[in-house]
């Protein structure tokens, strides 16, 4: 049984629009720094929080049911 790629990317967009929708914030590592102050080596990361918001979510939700229906489609 063949899988169509459209399949494929819409279960994948799904699953996306899921997490955005359950866990809307991601937090990426910006910046890290190490310095040393009077002999001790200290080490400074900053954390970048993006907020998705749940219009994204749902983008990617129908973007996959759309992906889904149109694997169905013959041509």
Same mark, same amino acid.
């Given at each position: 049984?063949?899988?169509? &790629? @459209? %399949? %494929? ?6 699953? +996306?629009?899921?997490?955005? +929708? %359950?866990? &809307?914030?991601?937090?990426? &590592? =910006? ?11 200290? *080490?400074?990361? !900053?954390?970048? *929080? ?5 219009? @994204? ?8 049911? !759309? /992906?889904? /229906? +149109? =694997? !169905?489609?013959?041509?």
């Amino acid at each position: 049984m063949k899988v169509h &790629p @459209f %399949v %494929v990317m819409g279960v994948l967009f799904i699953a +996306l629009g899921i997490a955005a +929708l %359950v866990h &809307p914030r991601l937090n990426m &590592p =910006s910046k890290k720094k190490e310095m040393e102050i009077g002999g001790e080596r200290t *080490i400074i990361e !900053t954390t970048r *929080i993006i907020q998705l918001p749940k219009a @994204f979510a749902m983008l990617l939700l129908v973007g996959g049911g !759309t /992906f889904i /229906f +149109l =694997s !169905t489609r013959k041509v």
